[in-house]
Structure formats: structure tokens, C-alpha cells
């Protein structure tokens, strides 16, 4: 069997996503110099954990207090990358143009502080795109080329930002 440049190329483009977002362990860091002065995680809480089950990445809640009245942002964000090609219908063996394309889903919510200067934060959920989704919106160049997806990575970034703070106090990648 023959392989293309192209084909080659993209191949390793799907490998060198998978290596670095697929393989690797979640990175978690709560920097309380990014909060108000005193914040703290309340006994019995802790720094936030995400875990992904297929395509969904679901972050525990936590309790943080000491942070007066200060709200503060939580957001994740869930990328899907996708790699593959578009066939040319005539040869299936004859890559016309390989791709790469991420799509983002978002949830955030403001966490307001109680009368007691703490932060009750929820846990939070959020979905990636499938392969059939993506499919179903994407388009090759040429409208005869078939699309391939050959790769998909996922990755996702959460974060809590006090008002105020232009930095995060928890952000946990994966």
C-alpha cells in the first residue's frame, strides 16, 4: 500500500494529539495569591477533581472560604479535536486534503459568596463533540470529497476566578 505525503503527515498529526492530550494526567493548581486575602479550602474540602468518561468531563465541587464578599467565576471547557481527510470518491486510497478542527463546548456560572464569606462551589459538567456531530457539520472543500475522521482528542481546562483577579485560583487541565 501506497501513502501519500499528505496522508503521512497527518497521520502523525493525529498521533502527536493523542500523545499529548490523551495520555497525559490531569494537572491540577489552586493558587490562593490569585483570591482574596485569607481564602482557603474549608475542612473537609479540597482542591476539585475532573474526570472523563468517554466525552463528558465532570469536576467535583468544593468549599472555599475566607473570601469575604467576592464572587467568583467557574468555568470548563471541553475541546474536541478531530484529525482526518476528504476522499476523493474516485480512490479511496487518494487523500485530497487532510484536516484538523477543534470545537469547544462551555459551561460557566458565577458563584455568588454567602453572608459567612464562603464559596459553595457546584460541581460542574460538560460534553464534548462526537465524531457523528462533527460530521454532521463539517464540509469538505469539494462537496464530491468524502470526509474521514481518523483521531479524536479531547481536553479540557477548569477554572475559578475571583472577581477582581485576572488570574485563576484553581485551573485543572487534562
Not at 474540602?45 to 472523563?52: G, I, M, N, R
Not at 468549599?63 to 468555568?75: L, M, R
Request: aromatic residues 6%.
Amino acid at each position: 500500500m501506497k501513502l501519500s505525503l499528505r496522508r503521512v503527515l497527518a497521520l502523525f498529526a493525529a498521533l502527536l494529539i493523542a500523545v499529548a492530550t490523551g495520555m497525559t494526567a490531569a494537572q491540577a493548581a489552586t493558587n490562593f495569591d490569585n483570591a482574596p486575602q485569607g481564602a482557603h479550602y474549608t475542612k473537609g474540602s479540597a482542591e476539585p477533581v475532573c474526570t472523563l468518561d468517554e466525552l463528558t468531563v465532570t469536576c467535583t465541587g468544593t468549599e472555599i472560604a475566607g473570601v469575604g464578599n467576592t464572587n467568583a467565576t467557574v468555568t470548563l471547557a471541553v475541546t474536541s479535536t478531530f484529525t482526518g481527510e476528504c476522499q476523493n470518491p474516485g480512490s479511496k486510497d487518494k487523500v485530497v486534503d487532510p484536516f484538523t478542527e477543534s470545537d469547544t463546548n462551555t459551561t460557566s456560572e458565577v458563584v455568588t459568596s454567602t453572608k459567612n464569606g464562603r464559596l459553595k462551589v457546584p460541581a460542574q459538567s460538560e460534553t464534548g463533540k462526537s465524531s457523528e456531530e462533527f460530521l454532521a457539520d463539517f464540509s469538505c472543500p469539494n462537496p464530491n470529497w468524502t470526509p474521514v475522521v481518523s483521531g479524536v482528542a479531547l481536553s479540557y481546562i477548569y477554572t475559578l476566578t475571583f472577581a477582581g483577579f485576572t488570574e485563576p485560583a484553581i485551573r485543572i487541565t487534562g
